[in-house]
């Protein structure tokens, strides 16, 4: 762990050095929420905050801190003083071209539970490949609200899940996760990742910068390969399926099981007996309490047998009443 320091020689309006003060270090960005500080450059030991000088310090006031902007209050009896937006940071120790990966900027801390600092995030595991959960403040490490940018990693239905990859500006070694699910949690969110689609480094050092990379797939629930039904009997319709085609050789009977309708993400079902032999039931998933045009099951049956005698309808999920409904 590697933090910057702030050091600063207090003085009055005469330059005369305070033999005693008051220090309270605030976060710009966050309104004015108070700073986690420390006294030593590895992040170990915590310190008060606010904290206070006396006489065998000299005037000198110092703390180590999570890179940020910073307002200072100094009180030193009568005196108040008040230094805004210091910038404090390990950047001034980089170079310039760690900073141009492209992302949305946060610190790492080593803090295995939730919530992260602000402008921070966190992971339930040093050991990155075990890791299960991130959390990452609504803001970033400048500031920026950015809960909408994190929550779009949550792929849903999507069978084809988002990538999150993290980017060291320190050396630019990558790290990167599929995402099973965001949850929300008013003031940061929780990323749960997909276990065992750990790629990269296998830890970050706290309180290093790095960058928040997305990769959002294309995949839209409900427009996955169609199924195709050739034997009587039973099927599941997945979330991610496409048309279901029925084509039996023969007449026979087809169950037709749904998910929940909120689960389709409001894309429709075509369901088609292309061979002209099936009846065909449709059953509905219990929680769907509005079923299909609020019966729990729907029949269909062909007028006639053969290829061209086939008989066809759409349904439509409506989470908000809670079922399906036809055209």
Request: net charge negative.
């Amino acid at each position: 762990m590697s933090l910057a320091r702030y050091e600063r020689t207090l003085v009055d309006e005469a330059g005369n050095i305070l033999s005693s003060a008051t220090i309270t270090v605030r976060h710009e960005a966050t309104g004015s929420a108070l700073a986690t500080l420390y006294s030593d450059r590895e992040g170990t030991t915590p310190m008060a905050n606010p904290f206070s000088i006396g006489s065998s310090d000299n005037g000198l006031a110092a703390f180590h801190v999570i890179g940020g902007a910073y307002r200072i209050d100094v009180v030193s009896g009568g005196l108040t003083r008040t230094r805004r937006y210091q910038g404090i940071g390990t950047g001034s120790e980089i170079d310039a071209n760690a900073f141009l990966s492209a992302g949305w900027q946060f610190q790492v801390e080593g803090d295995n539970t939730a919530p992260p600092s602000a402008g921070c995030v966190r992971f339930d595991n040093d050991d990155l490949s075990l890791a299960t959960k991130a959390w990452f403040d609504y803001a970033t490490a400048a500031g920026a609200s950015i809960p909408g940018i994190i929550q779009e990693l949550d792929p849903g239905a999507k069978a084809t899940k988002n990538t999150m990859i993290l980017v060291s500006q320190a050396d630019g070694t990558q790290v990167s996760w599929t995402v099973d699910a965001v949850v929300d949690h008013t003031t940061y969110k929780e990323v749960d990742l997909t276990s065992g689609s750990h790629q990269g480094v296998d830890a970050l050092t706290s309180a290093t910068p790095v960058n928040l990379q997305r990769e959002i797939s294309g995949d839209i629930a409900g427009t996955g390969n169609d199924v195709v039904i050739t034997t009587a009997g039973t099927t599941v319709v997945g979330n991610t399926d496409g048309k279901i085609i029925v084509k039996l050789g023969s007449a026979g009977s087809v169950t037709l099981t749904l998910g929940k309708a909120a689960d389709r993400n409001s894309l429709p079902l075509i369901i088609a007996d292309f061979g002209g032999n099936a009846t065909i039931t449709v059953n509905c998933d219990a929680a769907d309490t509005g079923g299909i045009m609020g019966s729990t099951s729907m029949t269909m049956a062909s007028s006639g047998t053969g290829v061209g005698q086939a008989a066809s309808t759409t349904i439509y999920p409506k989470a908000s009443l809670n079922g399906w409904f036809t055209a």
